[in-house]
């Protein structure tokens, strides 16, 4: 049985003429780290607070551990929430804001210094136990919003984009802070953000969220090698599209079925086939490709690949470990060069083709195992 069970959810605030969340089934196991994924407004904070007991939904059931808590106030679903302002007190010491929780819940005195101390040590925060939050700085703030989620020991942890507000190099350490207390713990961890890197590094399932719908639910590596639809593909990592019309189904190859398009110009692209076997012949379709799956060259004949556009390179930037190449990709229908599709290309520095220029004609080529056809 699942730990958590989201059952037909529907939620639309009031005087909005569109849903939140739209008839939302998810599963979430326990001990698993789920993290829900989207642009802004499309119903993944709101999925969180329905959780949390802070919003109430429309329609629905939302179950924990097999009993409905849709009814119930959030300070009885046992459940550890960290907020994106972390929310401490500033009047009270470190060791007052991580025993809070067990203060409302009348737990004695000594029971309360005892997992205070074993929080903060979680944390590697026992040191600072006597500060106050404005002594501290925005990782360490973070740290002590987690004890004090974590203290009373709860099945389920919340998180609503608390690495927002640090800088990179903090956020990056605060994820894998939180990877190793996932993984010391074993606690179920539901988390929200738009960051698709923090999504990949911290997750075992990603929830990618769209106009309150659910577009994929798979493991990082699934939805960035397997995507569902363009959006997926578009919001998880760099990705090029171009579109054109469905053309026909190719045989089954050793990685699944494989369709052709046709672009502006007649040209002829392959990729693997999301629904070929349902498109209609000449309807539109869309084909996308990751910038690393990419070869540059000169000219045709430099590739090993049917998949060849011609482009022109629009920039050239450095790196450090590859070369990111903007170029613009044939042209459109009206043969208007400033309207053809933008795609990047990431080159290794070996793979690299010398003397290029900005301005200068290209050839790109991928394989059609590397590229997708929606």
Known sequence: MALIEFEHVFKRYPGSQTAAVEDLNLHIEAGEFLTLLGPSGSGKTTTLMLLAGFEALNSGSIRLNGCAIESLPPHQRNIGVVFQNYSLFPHMTVAQNVAFPLSVRKVPAAAIATKVAAALEKV???????????????GQQQRVALARALVFEPRLVLMDEPLSALDKKLRE?????????????????????????????LSDRVAVFN??????????????????NPFVANFLGDNNIIKGRYASAISQGLDGARAAIRVAGGKGLQGRSCNGKSAALDADATLCVRPEFLQVAAHADGLDTPNCLDARLLDIIHQGDHWRLVVSVGTTEGGAPEAAPQWFAKISPRALPPG??????????????DAWVF
């Open 173 to 201: 350490e605060m994820q894998l802070e939180i990877r190793r207390l996932h993984r010391e713990l074993g606690v179920t961890m539901v988390f929200v953000t738009h960051d698709q890197s923090e999504a990949m590094t």
């Open 356 to 369: 290029l220029v900005v301005g200068q004609g290209l050839c790109l080529g991928f394989r059609p195992e």
């Open 124 to 138: 590697h925060l026992q040191s600072f136990a006597e500060r106050r939050p404005n002594q501290l700085s925005g």
């Open 211 to 228: 106009h309150g719908r659910i577009e994929q639910l798979a493991s990082p590596q699934m939805l960035y090698d397997a995507p569902a």
